[in-house]
């Protein structure tokens, strides 16, 4: 009764992960992107590798340490939930940026005559002045990005080194009734 209350969370395999980031990489052909995705996939990978701690650890558990692994499955529910609005807000900032360049891309190809060249400047000026919102809004979600990777990468250590004292007090555990 306990599994079915507690039903796993489900990722993306790694090849699939890795097909993603190879997509979206040659979709966004950004230098200052790739590290943020880079980031974001680095998130996944870390959550998928707790997940698997805590489904082992579960497993192998008695049921006093059951309150810890709880309790290292809500941190992790935590992460993945945090991890998903970052990466959410990533995705918005990158579809108001490449509309941005669709937008820049067709302003550039209009007609040269007299009246659409002084509109044309004018709608260049707005879309520079919208674009460098939306770079400082990047610049923005990277420094958030980059602060909560600071404190999952503290969470995740916290996370390890539970599951490793919980090792070796199911180790000594096991030695005793040996």
Do not use: C
């Amino acid at each position: 009764m306990e599994d079915e209350q507690h039903k796993p969370v489900r990722f993306l395999k790694l090849a699939d992960i890795r097909k993603i980031v190879a997509d979206v990489l040659r979709e966004l052909n950004m230098d200052g992107d790739t590290n943020i995705l880079a980031r974001v996939v680095d998130y996944e990978l870390k959550i998928q590798e707790l997940t698997q701690q805590v489904e082992t650890l579960k497993k192998a558990q008695q049921s006093s340490s059951n309150e810890e692994v709880e309790h290292l499955k809500q941190q992790l529910e935590e992460l993945t939930k945090n991890y998903h609005i970052l990466y959410g807000y990533y995705e918005r900032l990158q579809k108001e940026n490449e509309a941005l360049r669709k937008k820049l891309a067709s302003v550039s190809s209009e007609s040269s005559q007299n009246q659409d060249i002084v509109n044309l400047q004018k709608e260049l000026q707005l879309a520079k002045a919208e674009a460098r919102s939306y770079r400082k809004k990047l610049d923005d979600a990277k420094r958030l990005l980059e602060q909560t990777r600071s404190i999952y990468s503290a969470t995740i250590k916290e996370l390890e080194n539970r599951v490793k004292t919980l090792e070796k007090q199911l180790a000594q555990h096991d030695n005793k009734n040996e």
